[in-house]
């Protein structure tokens, strides 16, 4: 019985200012209407001056906040440099700058995005809306998406579809691993297979008009051939409905199965890629425990040794991510380990976290430090190398390159190129006749 006046008195209080609430809404109604952030009390009050309050605008007050940090940077940090004409000196745009966050209670320190990692909004360019809702209206995946790259403002926001590119992902949108640098969905049992996928993904890009595409797919251990000769169903009718199509696959490491390897390196592509990501040190930390560096070499050996249609090795392709606390020398042993597996084409590129979830940001690379491993991989003997904080493994100047070796080695004439471009084509006709030598 002790328990019911303490009841009673819990609920007394809450019941006096909903009472007295009530009272002073319904005499004040007629004068103002109140808001939750706005205090009632100026409200109740009449103003001497509510009759000209038709021809003067009310000075505006500002609604008060809960958010006790008033530091907040403007939305210029957050964007590109948009001023061309005063750009920042290397000593100021190398320089990474720190901001303290949170309430007072518990400050912590955080770096902001450097300024060369800054990238454009997307999401007012008019190609960019049109691709993606040629996308969608054509159930097709993007690992632009997916994966929130940096570059899908740059890929799809050219002129024209013809000028973009799109890297579709082929067998849906979420994957059976769990890699901790990687945004895709993750689920032990995904939705089956689209049997229609790779007839639509055909007729799509044959009508799209493209020279050059990128098919890639989410690891699906959940099948037996863990998706192979579902990829290569898609790119033999793509190759079908337009031959001149380049198609590079980005594939996974289908457990280590070299049969399902070769299967999808024998179906028409012209480049077969498959990502180490990471320094061999790292893997066990950085990619899903299924997934080994010396597996991936694998693969990409594997790959190498299948012949194309025009009699030549297939082109194969990697990608390195930097940021991740790799070491000079470790980097350089990966490196070389590439080369003994005849890999073509490299490339770098920044890690960027794209959640809370995932793998810290250990290191922010200049845009300088990209440039010295570029110079490394050419030197090594690597066909072509792209390297840049914000180049990803579907990079428009490899693809541009590649496809101009590929046209070459059909006898057709090369597109226009220009800048390092055009040095590594008379770096590569070089070695094409020393070898040939």
Same mark, same amino acid.
């Given at each position: 019985?002790?328990?019911a006046?303490?009841?009673? #008195?819990?609920?007394?209080?809450?019941?006096?200012?909903?009472?007295?609430?009530?009272?002073?809404?319904?005499?004040?109604?007629?004068?103002?209407?109140?808001?939750a952030?706005?205090?009632?009390?100026?409200?109740?009050?009449?103003?001497?001056?509510?009759?000209?309050?038709?021809?003067?605008?009310?000075?505006?007050?500002?609604?008060?906040?809960?958010?006790?940090?008033?530091?907040?940077?403007?939305?210029?940090?957050?964007?590109?440099?948009?001023?061309?004409?005063s750009?920042?000196?290397?000593?100021?745009?190398?320089?990474?700058?720190?901001?303290?966050?949170?309430?007072?209670?518990?400050? &912590?320190?955080?770096?902001?995005?450097?300024?060369w990692l800054?990238?454009p909004?997307?999401?007012?360019n008019?190609?960019?809306?049109?691709?993606?809702?040629?996308?969608?209206?054509?159930?097709?995946?993007?690992?632009?998406?997916?994966?929130?790259?940096?570059?899908?403002?740059?890929?799809?926001?050219?002129? !024209?579809?013809n000028?973009?590119?799109?890297?579709?992902?082929?067998?849906?949108?979420?994957?059976?691993?769990?890699?901790?640098?990687?945004?895709?969905k993750?689920? =032990? !049992?995904?939705?089956?297979?689209?049997?229609?996928?790779?007839?639509?993904?055909?007729?799509?890009?044959?009508?799209?008009?493209?020279?050059?595409?990128?098919?890639?797919?989410?690891?699906?251990? $959940?099948?037996?051939?863990?998706?192979?000769?579902?990829?290569?169903?898609?790119?033999?009718?793509?190759?079908?409905k337009?031959?001149?199509?380049?198609?590079?696959?980005l594939?996974?490491?289908?457990?280590? $199965?070299?049969?399902?390897?070769?299967?999808?390196?024998?179906?028409?592509? $012209?480049?077969?890629?498959?990502?180490?990501?990471?320094?061999?040190?790292?893997?066990?930390?950085?990619?899903d425990?299924?997934?080994?560096?010396?597996?991936?070499?694998?693969?990409?050996?594997?790959?190498? #040794?299948?012949?194309?249609?025009?009699? !030549?090795?297939?082109?194969?392709?990697?990608?390195?991510?930097?940021?991740l606390?790799?070491?000079?020398?470790?980097?350089?042993?990966?490196?070389?380990?590439?080369?003994?597996?005849?890999?073509?084409?490299?490339?770098?590129?920044?890690?960027?976290?794209?959640?809370? =979830?995932?793998?810290?940001?250990?290191?922010?690379?200049?845009?300088?430090?990209?440039?010295?491993? &570029? #110079?490394?991989?050419?030197?090594?003997?690597?066909?072509?190398?792209?390297?840049?904080?914000?180049?990803?493994?579907?990079y428009?100047?490899?693809?541009?390159?590649?496809?101009?070796?590929?046209?070459?080695?059909?006898?057709?004439?090369?597109?226009?190129?220009?800048?390092?471009l055009?040095?590594?084509?008379?770096?590569?006709?070089?070695?094409?006749?020393e070898?040939?030598?």
């Open positions: 019985m002790a328990s006046p303490a009841t009673m #008195q819990r609920i007394r209080a809450p019941l006096q200012r909903v009472i007295a609430a009530s009272t002073t809404r319904s005499s004040s109604l007629a004068l103002s209407r109140s808001y952030t706005i205090p009632t009390s100026s409200a109740t009050e009449p103003s001497s001056s509510s009759t000209a309050t038709s021809t003067s605008p009310a000075p505006t007050t500002r609604r008060p906040t809960y958010f006790k940090d008033t530091s907040l940077g403007s939305l210029d940090d957050f964007l590109s440099t948009s001023s061309p004409s750009p920042l000196a290397p000593s100021d745009a190398y320089t990474l700058r720190t901001a303290e966050v949170g309430p007072a209670s518990n400050r &912590r320190t955080i770096t902001r995005l450097p300024e800054k990238t909004i997307p999401a007012g008019d190609n960019y809306k049109q691709i993606k809702k040629d996308l969608r209206g054509l159930g097709l995946h993007t690992v632009c998406e997916e994966a929130r790259c940096p570059n899908i403002s740059e890929c799809w926001g050219g002129s !024209n579809k000028a973009a590119t799109a890297t579709i992902m082929l067998m849906g949108d979420t994957c059976t691993r769990g890699c901790r640098f990687c945004s895709v993750t689920n =032990r !049992n995904p939705s089956p297979l689209d049997p229609h996928e790779p007839e639509n993904t055909a007729e799509a890009l044959a009508r799209w008009g493209l020279g050059y595409v990128v098919l890639t797919s989410v690891d699906r251990d $959940d099948l037996a051939d863990g998706g192979a000769h579902h990829f290569a169903d898609t790119i033999r009718r793509i190759k079908s337009k031959p001149s199509l380049l198609v590079e696959a594939t996974g490491d289908f457990r280590g $199965d070299l049969d399902m390897v070769r299967l999808v390196a024998e179906s028409g592509l $012209d480049v077969y890629a498959h990502n180490v990501e990471t320094v061999e040190a790292l893997t066990p930390y950085v990619r425990r299924r997934a080994t560096f010396r597996q991936s070499l694998e693969v990409l050996r594997a790959a190498k #040794q299948v012949k194309g249609a025009d009699g !030549n090795h297939v082109i194969t392709k990697t990608s390195l991510m930097l940021g606390g790799e070491q000079e020398h470790e980097l350089m042993d990966a490196l070389k380990e590439l080369r003994k597996a005849d890999v073509d084409v490299v490339t770098f590129g920044q890690y960027m976290r794209p959640t809370k =979830r995932h793998l810290k940001v250990e290191k922010y690379v200049t845009p300088a430090e990209f440039e010295m491993w &570029r #110079q490394r991989a050419v030197d090594m003997g690597f066909l072509y190398v792209a390297s840049g904080p914000l180049v990803r493994s579907s428009k100047a490899g693809e541009a390159f590649i496809e101009n070796v590929l046209r070459r080695r059909a006898g057709g004439p090369p597109a226009g190129l220009s800048g390092k055009e040095d590594a084509a008379v770096v590569e006709a070089i070695m094409k006749n070898s040939s030598a």
